[in-house]
């Protein structure tokens, strides 16, 4: 069975979390029968640097023709002047666009040895493995009419938050169809008690709920879900909302783990091809220097066999080899205690690929 991927090291720790990320998707494709073609391309500044624009329309065409794309980040200080227009951000956005990537997967997962580096306290956060999906290309953040006009002698402000029908079905759907594979609970939160456009979308997941007989639905308004998150946050098992509930939501999920450093993330189109990238950005605070935790990015790969390359078992072994190295104790910087044994970005791959 052969793969491809396109990497898109981009800029910053981009560049420094690939390498073992790379290596740790080769070990475990080879394991399970899999050989992975590699295909490197430009994004972010990096493609500015060398293209002048921040998504080369090869960039673009590649990402279309691979089965799945791992991202390092685009961004950094060198070109935070330039017009927002050809920002490196815009690389980002437009593989989104270009894509077709509807669904954003941000699971939120603590190892127990890890607990203590959560802002609450241990027993609520140990072992937490829960999964936001947040709808990623309508809502509020595209929805029209939009603007700051003048009415009335004043300037007024305003967005629209719009979802149809079959754009809440195909969320819906990806919530009932991933919960079915997990814990069999689906949360859905909107603000139906206010909202018109949460009305439809609670309606319609209801509507479709039948078809999952074996998945448990609830729904919950956003407000709560922010409050149970901080204050039972195992309660969950996969939530699924809108794009700007989702926003929130999932930055508060992010926090329960304590550590930016070890989030992956996903985003999924209709066709199957997905974007794999952690959550953290570039850290040029830290970049060139060895020190950047890459388990997010490793945890994004396992992703990838996960929901794209459709190999769980590589899958899972990604995961249990990050555990097994966590459990031993090694740390990179930003995850380590006073007593901790702190390892590089390059040893803390290389520790995995032994696990592996
Ligand atoms: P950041 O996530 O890059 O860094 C925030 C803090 O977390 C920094 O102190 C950094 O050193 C630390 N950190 C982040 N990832 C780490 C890792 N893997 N290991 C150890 N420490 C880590 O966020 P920022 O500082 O707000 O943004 C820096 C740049 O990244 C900006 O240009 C921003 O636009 C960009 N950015 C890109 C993405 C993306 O590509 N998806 C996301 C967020 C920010």
């Known amino acids: 069975m052969k793969k491809n991927v396109l990497v898109l090291p981009g800029d910053g720790i981009g560049q420094e979390v690939v390498e073992p990320a790379i290596s740790v998707m080769d070990v475990a494709a080879k394991q399970e029968g899999c050989e992975i073609i590699v295909t490197q391309g430009l994004v972010g500044g990096v493609a500015i640097d060398e293209t002048g624009s921040p998504l080369p329309a090869e960039t673009l065409k590649l990402a ?50 890890l607990a203590s580096a959560s802002s609450l306290k241990p027993d609520l956060v140990a072992d937490l493995d829960i999964l936001i999906i947040r709808e ?6 595209f929805g029209e009419p939009r603007g700051i006009e003048t009415r009335d002698n004043e300037r007024v402000g305003f967005n629209t938050m719009v979802y149809s029908e079959h754009e809440i079905e195909r969320i819906a759907r990806v919530g009932f169809e991933l919960a079915s594979k997990r814990n ?5 939160v909107d603000k139906a008690n206010v909202l018109e456009v949460s009305q439809l979308w609670r309606e319609v997941v209801n509507s479709i709920a039948g ?14 879900a922010a409050m149970q998150l901080v204050r039972a946050p195992k309660q969950f098992d996969v939530i699924v909302t809108t794009n700007m509930f989702g926003d929130i939501l999932s930055d508060v999920a992010a926090m329960l783990t304590g550590s930016l450093g070890m ?12 974007l794999y990238e952690p959550v953290h950005g570039t ?20 992703m990838m066999f996960r929901y794209s390359l459709d190999i769980p078992a590589a899958a899972n072994n990604i995961d249990k080899a990050v555990a097994e190295v966590l459990a031993e104790g090694y740390r990179t910087a930003d995850i380590a205690g006073p007593k901790d044994d702190v390892v590089g970005c390059r040893t803390m791959g290389e520790l995995v690929i032994e696990r592996l």
């Open 184 to 188: 069999k609970r689906l949360c859905s």
């Open 64 to 113: 279309k023709a691979a089965d799945a794309v791992l991202l390092g980040g685009v961004g950094g200080p060198k070109w935070d002047d330039l017009p927002m227009a050809s920002r490196p951000e815009k690389g980002l956005l437009g593989l989104r666009q270009g894509l077709g990537l509807f669904a954003n997967l941000r699971p939120a997962l603590l190892s127990a040895p």
């Open 283 to 302: 850290a040029p605070d830290i970049a060139g220097k060895d020190i950047a935790n890459p388990l997010a990015t490793i945890l994004s790969v396992g």
């Open 211 to 224: 078809d999952y007989p074996d998945v448990e639905l609830s729904h919950m308004y956003v407000d709560n």
């Open 136 to 141: 990623l290309t309508g809502g509020i953040y």
């Open 263 to 274: 989030l992956p993330s996903a985003s999924l189109a209709a066709s199957g091809v997905g």
